[in-house]
């Protein structure tokens, strides 16, 4: 007898009975259907080919109760002929009843089932599995369960501690957590355009290897985010205390405009780049959906390492790991089935895609990834925890960040309790600081940006006029705190008078643009940030700026050349071979654009002369003037 332990198939029924079953156990099925077993193995084997021949497949396909017929279609109707048991447990919730075939377990008697699956893999024979489609409907599809409304808190699983001395007593009790709603939407456009700003006052520092902003930048980002981020850093007061998350917005924004090709590293700072002063003037919606299409591809970050207690991704654990692309695809094919506005918990999202096979799958041997030590904290045994924080990763980091999905968060220490039978982890307050995300909803912006929907129709804009534009062109902020996106905007183009009053000047202005930035930009940045329309003399100021800044055009680099006479410089201007490659510069000098160069040397000879090189002053003391004499002159010497 052969036992499968492959994922080859079956081909027949006659083959799986006759080399995966043995003698006892095919009697087990024979005894079921009511026959008196023969004792040969050969005779048990031609019993059960000849009941299911004919009407006895489907027979005995329409005696399987609800939940086995649904275990046979997902087999008969799917890609593979082995059952896929986790799979299968995601979508109805448990597993049919199969009974059992072992010759020692006398006390459950296996089930109708069993004469559809056989090996250790439960694999379905080939020439069943074309019957069956002949009659087996196909299966429901899986679905995304949704609630309308959220609860006002959630049961967060803790264990006692005694606030005074820190000590537990063991016991566990569901303590409920106001949850805390954050809306995306809204947010990632003002936070994008912010976020840029920051960048072009250079103020955005990253690490030329890992690309990852340092602790002052993640500040000053959190400084200019909606509600700063998610987690506020806050002292722990006791050992017992939730730990701080750390940055998660701050952390993302930076990775999301380098992955998108709106900044790029000069230096130890990141500046802007042409696509990304030109998001600074357009919509932010179509920008957004640019940066989540391009995170999809983009090889800078791999989200496991977020979780910073899993180890070994840098070792042996690397060359399992799967690529991140696949990963954000099975994610952002099951966000796509998601409906829009209904909300979903984190993890029955987890569940459907572990119901539809969608395909995450962090690492290949997550033996070689653990917690604390490779040799107790193995993540071999841990199931699906690496997938599901992974998607928790993605889901607030990155799609939350961009404003796809609005989130409903609790604190992550304590919310989750699936870790706790894991080696070594008993101290840890969370297993990830993506553990606090419980629910989330797809917004219009993230139905625009997954394509369930072609165009984005833009929420109605909160009306936050913040600033006053005065005709002595000063502009003043109008709320006792300025925004500080305002203030890095106003910073690049005025000059600052007091914490909250700028003024407009031309040499400024100038500067601005010089730098790259343009006036247009900062007439629709006051226009939308002012509730009243701008003074006439701000307008005169921006036009007058725009024509100065015109009438120069920068055409490029050329060659200064010094003739002997100013004979020669005529001679060479108005000849027919040269006048075309260059221009009189006073009475002995003339202009060559670079691009010229060639074709004018080449047109110089023809007419006899030779464009000699630059001469190199004398080398002697500094200040000495340069010697012109002969080269056998200065060697003489």
């Known amino acids: 007898m052969t036992r499968n332990s492959s994922n080859e198939g079956i081909p027949t029924l006659r083959f799986a009975l006759d080399q995966y079953m043995n003698a006892d156990e095919i009697k087990k099925l ?44 997902e087999t008969v109707h799917g890609d593979r002929t082995r059952f896929d048991g986790s799979r299968f447990a995601a979508k109805y919730g448990r597993q049919p ?76 009790a569901t303590v409920p957590v106001p949850l805390t709603l954050r809306a995306g939407e809204q947010a990632a456009q003002r936070e994008l355009v912010a976020v840029l700003r920051l960048v072009d006052a250079g103020e955005v520092a990253v690490s030329d290897k890992t690309r990852r902003a340092s602790a002052a930048t993640l500040a000053a980002i959190a400084a200019v985010l909606d509600g700063g981020d998610y987690y506020p850093h806050v002292p722990p007061k006791n050992t017992w205390s939730d730990e ?175 870790y706790g039978d894991m080696w070594g982890l008993d101290d840890l307050p969370f297993l990830s600081r993506y553990d606090g995300l419980i629910y989330f909803r797809i917004n219009a912006l993230g139905a625009y940006c997954l394509g369930s929907d072609e165009a984005y129709k833009a929420a109605p804009a909160e009306n936050k006029p913040g600033l006053r534009v005065l005709p002595n062109l000063e502009v003043a902020a109008t709320a006792a705190v300025p925004d500080p996106g305002d203030c890095l905007a106003l910073d690049a183009y005025a000059v600052r008078m007091s914490p909250r009053v700028w003024q407009l000047q031309p040499a400024k202005l100038l500067a601005a643009v010089e730098a790259g930035r343009s006036i247009a930009e900062l007439r629709g940045f006051l226009e939308a940030r002012s509730a009243d329309p701008l003074p006439g003399t701000v307008q005169r100021l921006f036009a007058d700026t725009e024509a100065r800044c015109a009438r120069l055009q920068d055409r490029g680099q050329a060659r200064l050349v010094e003739c002997a006479d100013p004979a020669l410089a005529a001679l060479i201007a108005n000849d027919a071979r040269t006048r075309q490659l260059c221009m009189r510069a006073g ?41 012109h004499r002969g080269a056998a002159a200065l060697d003489a010497e």
């Open 30 to 73: 024979v005894a079921f259907i009511g026959l008196r077993p023969p004792t040969r193995k050969l005779e048990l084997v031609e019993a059960v080919v000849k009941h299911l021949a004919g009407a006895g497949l489907r027979q005995v396909w329409e005696g399987l109760d609800e939940l086995q017929q649904a275990a046979v279609a």
């Open 244 to 418: 701080n998350a750390g940055p998660i917005r701050a952390f993302a924004w930076p990775l999301l405009i380098q992955a998108g090709g709106l900044a790029q590293l000069a230096g130890s700072r990141l500046q802007l780049t042409k696509a990304g002063r030109k998001a600074l003037a357009e919509p932010p919606a179509q920008t957004l959906s640019t940066l989540w299409h391009k995170w999809q591809t983009s090889t800078l970050l791999d989200e496991l390492s977020r979780l910073d207690c899993v180890k070994g991704q840098t070792g042996k654990g690397k060359r399992g790991l799967t690529a991140v692309a696949g990963r954000r695809d099975a994610i952002a094919a099951a966000l796509l089935a998601c409906p829009t506005g209904r909300w979903v918990e984190t993890s029955e999202l987890f569940r459907f895609i572990q119901a539809t096979d969608g395909g995450l799958s962090v690492s290949r041997s997550p033996w070689d990834l653990y917690v604390i030590s490779p040799q107790y904290g193995s993540l071999g045994n841990s199931g699906t925890i690496l997938e599901e924080r992974y998607l928790f990763c993605l889901l607030l980091e990155y799609a939350a960040t961009l404003g796809l999905i609005d989130v409903a968060l609790i604190p992550p220490a304590g919310a989750r309790a699936d």
């Open 587 to 627: 009475e002995q000098h003339l202009v060559i654009p670079a691009g010229s160069e060639t074709a004018f040397r080449r047109a110089l000879r023809e007419l006899g002369y030779l464009l000699a090189a630059e001469a190199e002053p004398r080398r002697g003391k500094p200040g000495t003037p340069a010697d």
């Open 97 to 172: 009843d199969w009974g059992s075939v072992e010759s020692h377990r006398r006390d459950t008697p296996p089930t109708a089932l069993r004469f559809f699956f056989y090996g250790f893999q439960a694999i379905m024979p080939d020439d069943v599995k074309e019957r069956l489609k002949a009659f087996v409907p196909a299966p429901v599809a899986a679905q995304v369960n949704t609630v309308e409304a959220l609860p006002a808190a959630y049961g967060r699983p803790r264990t006692w501690q005694d606030p005074e001395s820190g000590t537990g007593t063991g016991k566990k």
